[in-house]
């Protein structure tokens, strides 16, 4: 993580994994920003980068191996406006990413954890909710997709004092990426949706 040298946000190779020319780049001149988080094989950040060639896609992933397999379609694809980061998400929001910098943040089908003795390695505690909510702007998105009815009640348990609207639903597949196929594949076609929308701002 964060190893090699690379110059800027806005140059070839699609891999940032050089926390000094990280820092020296104002993302707040970035224009729009949307951040996956684990992108698992990348199906919904290439669409949406597609999608939105006007804004900028940064997918972090702590899996160098899916790093390498979805930068050869960034780049079989021609997308200009992909970044990736071979990181945690942990790390790259706290060091990474300034204050109110971010217009939308996802995540599908985070780690679900299920054992009680893994609950601490969960992504969106309260804590993580709080960070999140710091580096998104006012009025700023982020998605929580997951197949599990447990983790999303525990994700809606941390809400509380994290300065996030919230909407939640559960929702038919649509996204199309690796771990939706693996459940529809198993018959399971409901999912659970938590949508949040920064409506305070959170010093963290
Ligand atoms: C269950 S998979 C889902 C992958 C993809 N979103 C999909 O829908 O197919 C979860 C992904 O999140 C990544 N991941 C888990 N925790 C992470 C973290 N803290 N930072 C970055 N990536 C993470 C894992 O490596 C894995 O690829």
């Not at 669409?47 to 979805?70: H, N, Q």
């Not at 009815?149 to 004092?161: A, I, T």
């Not at 949040?196 to 963290?204: Q, Y």
Request: some cysteine; glycine content about 4%; hydrophobic content about 40%.
């Amino acid at each position: 993580m964060f190893m090699d040298t690379r110059v800027s946000l806005y140059e070839s190779p699609v891999i940032i994994e050089d926390r000094e020319a990280w820092e020296q780049i104002n993302l707040k001149d970035a224009g729009t920003i949307e951040v996956e988080i684990g992108f698992g094989s990348g199906e919904y950040l290439l669409r949406r980068a597609s999608e939105y060639p006007d804004r900028l896609f940064i997918g972090i992933e702590k899996k160098s191996g899916l790093i390498t397999e979805v930068a050869k379609k960034v780049a079989s694809l021609n997308l200009e406006n992909i970044r990736l980061l071979d990181s945690c998400a942990s790390n790259v929001f706290t060091y990474l990413f300034p204050a109110c910098s971010l217009s939308r943040a996802y995540s599908l089908f985070p780690d679900p954890w299920p054992k009680k003795r893994h609950i601490k390695y969960r992504l969106f505690s309260t804590q993580y909710l709080r960070l999140l909510n710091n580096r998104l702007i006012s009025g700023g998105e982020a998605l929580i997709v997951t197949d599990s009815e447990d983790y999303c009640n525990w994700v809606l348990k941390q809400l509380p004092c994290t300065g996030f609207e919230v909407e939640s639903s559960t929702i038919p597949p649509q996204f199309d990426t690796r771990f939706e196929r693996k459940w529809l594949d198993q018959d399971f076609n409901t999912f659970f949706r938590i949508l949040l929308r920064k409506t305070e701002h959170i010093e963290a």
